[in-house]
């Protein structure tokens, strides 16, 4: 089979599509034929070596997220059954889902529903468990709740609108010219430009704010949150001020993943995919992400 491999830290250019053995799933574990995977910030810190304990082992795959087809169990597997569309998320310890097959512990791995393509599916865990974790988790949302999202139409922000949505919340988000469309679409109440944001006219009407991207620190956002008004920041940790008290820097937890797949059962989501790529041409795509050269909305490899 093929995957993405990369034989040491660095960057997008040093990474090789290479023929590998299809992997054995363990006990526990569930052997999915890949059709889609989809690209987060985050691969380029692990590809990076920038990010908190990574083995020394090499050769690494890239990718945490995926949807597919279950091909083989290990034998404590008693959730799914061979043929299954499903959906998941690798860990960060895990070997990467820019591959034809992955191996994944069957906790991490969900049934797709069947309203969302395997792209789509594909485009949930990591920007879900993230959304859900700020807003629920640390936000601690509430119905009628107002909550201001900056960057909203991003994986992480096009989730967090859905999911406030979902809880009874109204959203102010803000996102590029070129996505205030996919904002209404997805449900913000009210969208505005980043670029021309006056925040004044926000004053003290947040219950929750989450800063997803762009450079808004923590004296400009306390002015719109209420008395009680909670901050939530996922960006990487050069941007933190030491006010901040939601940082967000450990993402994904068995709790979040439980809770947005039964969102994604519940509601009906819409996954914004901006670029669609095959596995063969991934890299380059890969090198283009880390360059800033990114679509509105994720980029899905499709294999
Ligand atoms: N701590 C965690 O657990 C965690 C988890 C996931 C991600 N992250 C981090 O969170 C950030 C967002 O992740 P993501 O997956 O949502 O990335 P993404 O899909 O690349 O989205 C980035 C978002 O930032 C917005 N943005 C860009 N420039 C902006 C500006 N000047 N002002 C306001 N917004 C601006 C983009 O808006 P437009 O598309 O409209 O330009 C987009 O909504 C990344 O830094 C990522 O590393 C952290």
């Known amino acids: 089979m093929k995957k993405i491999l990369?034989?040491?830290?660095?960057n997008a250019s040093q990474l090789s599509l290479e023929e590998?053995?299809?992997?054995?799933?363990?006990?526990?574990?569930?052997?999915?034929?890949?059709?889609?995977?989809?690209?987060?910030?985050?691969?380029?810190?692990?590809?990076?070596?920038?990010?908190?304990?990574?083995?020394?082992e090499f050769p690494k795959g890239m990718g945490l997220d995926f949807a597919g087809t279950v091909e083989g169990s290990g034998s404590q597997v008693s959730k799914f059954q061979l043929g299954d569309e499903v959906y998941g998320w690798m860990g960060y310890g895990s070997s990467g889902s820019f591959s034809e097959y992955v191996v994944a512990p069957q906790a991490q791995v969900f049934m797709k529903p069947s309203y969302l393509s395997f792209e789509e599916a594909a485009c949930l865990p990591l920007v879900g468990a993230t959304a859900y974790n700020a807003l629920i988790l640390r936000g601690k949302l509430k119905q009628g709740q107002s909550?201001?999202?900056?960057?909203?139409?991003?994986?992480?922000?096009?989730?967090?609108?859905?999911?406030?949505?979902?809880?009874?919340?109204?959203?102010?988000?803000?996102?590029?010219?070129?996505?205030?469309?996919?904002?209404?679409?997805?449900?913000?109440?009210?969208?505005?430009?980043?670029?021309?944001?006056?925040?004044?006219?926000?004053?003290?009407?947040?219950?929750?704010?989450?800063?997803?991207?762009?450079?808004?620190d923590f004296e400009d956002i306390l002015p719109i949150l209420k008395s009680k008004g909670v901050f939530t920041d996922i960006r990487p940790k050069n941007h933190v001020h030491p006010q901040y008290r939601q940082v967000i820097t450990a993402p994904v937890t068995q709790e979040m993943l439980n809770a947005v797949n039964k969102i994604a059962h519940e509601s009906q989501l819409k996954l914004i995919i901006g670029e669609r790529v095959s596995l063969q041409q991934a890299?380059?795509?890969?090198?283009?992400?880390e360059q800033g050269k990114r679509a509105s909305g994720k980029t899905v490899l499709v294999m």
Do not use: M, W
């Open 6 to 10: 990369f034989h040491q830290f660095g």
């Open 20 to 56: 590998v053995s299809v992997p054995i799933p363990a006990s526990d574990e569930l052997l999915i034929r890949v059709k889609a995977a989809s690209c987060n910030p985050v691969d380029r810190g692990i590809l990076s070596g920038n990010f908190p304990g990574l083995d020394p």
């Open 147 to 216: 909550v201001f999202i900056h960057g909203c139409t991003g994986g992480v922000g096009q989730l967090a609108v859905q999911i406030a949505k979902h809880f009874g919340a109204y959203v102010i988000g803000t996102c590029s010219l070129r996505t205030q469309d996919l904002a209404r679409i997805i449900g913000a109440d009210e969208v505005y430009e980043y670029r021309k944001l006056d925040l004044k006219p926000f004053a003290k009407r947040a219950d929750i704010a989450l800063v997803t991207g762009g450079k808004l």
């Open 283 to 289: 890299i380059p795509t890969l090198i283009k992400l």
